[in-house]
């Protein structure tokens, strides 16, 4: 299957600083990404959708000021826990797919964040 | 009523068991719908697509019905390299993806 990298895989950080975690799509053009985040034991949860060129497009209760996604090109989304706390410790993960409708997506390997 | 709901879990069976799980998806326009599993603190991958007319790969057989909006997910013949996270996923009108709680396995020796 399709290859994307995230990274870093963990970062531990103070708080009130902030994060920048990279996602990247090796050997296709991301049409969309998806930015989830996976509290344990819990199921993922979508934070955010950003297509190649505009703006995101963030899920009810998301702060877009806290969480910046830049989607600047076909194969590279950022995003930026910005001021991050502890409760945003949590295992971060985006993914990548081509084209719409039925394609299924690739994930990263996941970003595990600890806000100390 | 959540999106995409699964059977709570978890489900430990013994080695050489036969386990289903269900999902049930409430918008009737989802366009395509994938079983992925996830181990322990890594990413979800793909286990496989769901497609209307049923289909099967090994000892995983996936089947859609679409009129009763549920999709279900069989393994036959449990190896212990089977115990995960197996979550259901469904694309929605929106091209968004949709994920279940997910169901955890244990396959006890």
């Known amino acids: 299957g399709a290859v994307v990298s995230q990274h870093p895989s963990w970062v531990i950080c103070k708080s009130g600083t902030s994060v920048k975690i990279e996602c990247r799509s090796l050997d296709f053009q991301a049409t969309t990404m998806f930015w989830y985040r996976q509290f344990p034991k819990k199921s993922l949860m979508l934070m955010a959708t950003s297509n190649e060129g505009s703006k995101a497009t963030y899920e009810q209760g998301v702060e877009k000021d806290k969480f910046l996604i830049n989607h600047a090109s076909l194969t590279l989304s950022t995003l930026t826990v910005t001021s991050a706390h502890p409760e945003d410790s949590s295992f971060y993960i985006c993914?990548?797919?081509w084209g719409q409708g039925n394609t299924e997506a690739f994930f990263g390997q996941g970003t595990r964040l600890t806000v100390v | 009523r959540k999106e995409v709901e699964q059977d709570p879990g978890p489900f430990n069976v013994p080695e050489g068991a036969t386990v289903a799980f269900n999902c049930t998806y409430s918008?009737?326009?989802?366009?395509?719908f994938f079983w992925y599993r996830q181990d322990c603190r890594k990413e979800p991958k793909l286990l496989m697509s769901v497609y209307s007319s049923g289909n099967e790969d090994g000892r995983f057989t996936a089947q859609l019905n679409r009129a009763s909006q549920y999709i279900s997910l069989l393994i036959r013949d449990s190896k212990l390299s089977d115990s995960a996270t197996y979550l259901c996923v469904v694309n929605s009108p929106a091209s968004q993806l949709t994920f279940g709680s997910g169901t955890q396995l244990t396959v006890l020796p």
């Open positions: 993914s990548a797919r």
């Open positions: 918008n009737s326009a989802s366009q395509s």
